[in-house]
């Protein structure tokens, strides 16, 4: 078994499948991003996870809290109390455990978000630690408004659009280039190195109002989330791979780490899908006028899940997810 999130196969065969089903029309599995109790209040419940291997510019614990948060968004909801859960090796340095926790109740703070619990754990040898954070928020919006994603079958039909927001693989080789930089810096400019560099003020997604399903990329890039949203809607997809962005930087620092941008940590990055009558109402938005939505493809009849291409003559089958490219390096 990998590093870093447990893969679609072992998730489904080995965990999602020995989950009781006792709630009609709740479901479970890959392409999940929150969970929903349903009474007076629609209580929406995300978890985000990150560790001090994976990422580099930002801490763990404000990764897991992004990831998190934008599988909140992608529910149309906003958070309202956290849970943070800190697992470290035995030999973590104390000050690091200090300083997390430190921005996590800064965040929480800035954010208006009340911390109401975890949990920590120390695991084995090493000085390494990981940080998952359990969002809990309310829906404080009219009833249309609050995106269920046990309903997505019912509404999703062959022929929706799918979109994609934000550029595959940028989040990812952010974290690789701070890893990397001695190795990447006798090859590439510095200039072209600190252009690379995903700006903060896109980690976090914003929900288009035009969809009916939004699902946050995380590991696995792009294709893992393509993959996840066929999969929730029990239909196909046929993916155009010139429709899915992602900059110039990003694909020559992949080819020269002999990585898969496409299959890339994703913070800040989304899929999802609309109806076909939303379609003029997609393409007058400020997102895609902007070049920071793309619609990429379309739900099929048929169950495949394909990325094709006439330009490269590609005709590419999408997988299960196995595994993060970040930790290919």
């Known amino acids: 078994m990998s590093k870093g999130t447990i893969s679609a196969n072992i998730l489904n065969r080995s965990i999602v499948r020995h989950i009781a089903k006792k709630n009609a029309g709740v479901m479970t599995g890959a392409g999940g991003d929150y969970a929903v109790f349903r009474g007076s209040d629609n209580m929406f419940s995300a978890t985000g996870f990150a560790d ?10 404000l990764t897991a809290e992004i990831i998190a948060e934008n599988s909140l968004t992608a529910a149309g909801v906003a958070p309202r109390y956290m849970n943070i859960f800190i697992t470290a090796c035995e030999d973590c340095p104390e000050e690091k455990l200090r300083r997390e926790m430190t921005e996590m109740t800064a965040l929480a703070k800035e954010r208006g978000i009340a911390v109401i619990g975890g949990n920590t754990a120390f695991s084995g040898k090493g000085s390494s630690y990981s940080v998952t954070v359990n969002l809990l928020g309310v829906s404080e919006a009219d009833s249309d408004r609050v995106y269920l994603s046990q309903d997505v079958r019912k509404e999703a039909v062959a022929g929706d659009y799918a979109f994609v927001i934000g550029e595959a693989g940028h989040f990812g080789i952010s974290q690789l280039i701070s890893q990397n930089y001695d190795r990447l810096i006798q090859r590439f400019s510095k200039s072209l190195l600190e252009e690379a560099v ?3 003020s896109f980690y976090r997604i914003e929900r288009p109002e035009e969809m009916y399903l939004v699902h946050d990329v995380s590991y696995g890039g792009v294709y893992r989330a393509l993959y996840d949203l066929a ?3 029990g239909l196909g997809i046929s993916i155009c791979h010139e429709e899915l962005p992602i900059r110039q930087d990003t694909i020559e620092i992949c080819e020269f780490l002999d990585i898969n941008p ?5 913070v800040g990055e989304a899929v999802g899908l609309f109806h076909e009558d939303k379609l003029d109402m997609v393409k007058e938005s400020e997102a895609y006028k902007t070049g920071r939505l793309h619609i990429a493809g379309r739900l099929t009849e048929k169950k495949e899940k394909l990325v094709t291409s006439e330009i490269y003559r590609m005709h590419r089958f999408l997988t299960p997810y196995l595994q993060d490219e970040v930790y290919n390096i």
Do not use: S
């Open 52 to 61: 001090d291997e994976t990422v580099c510019d930002i801490t763990p614990g």
């Open 198 to 200: 995903m700006d903060k």
């Open 231 to 233: 999969e929730w809607t």
């Open 262 to 266: 496409y299959q890339l940590f994703g």
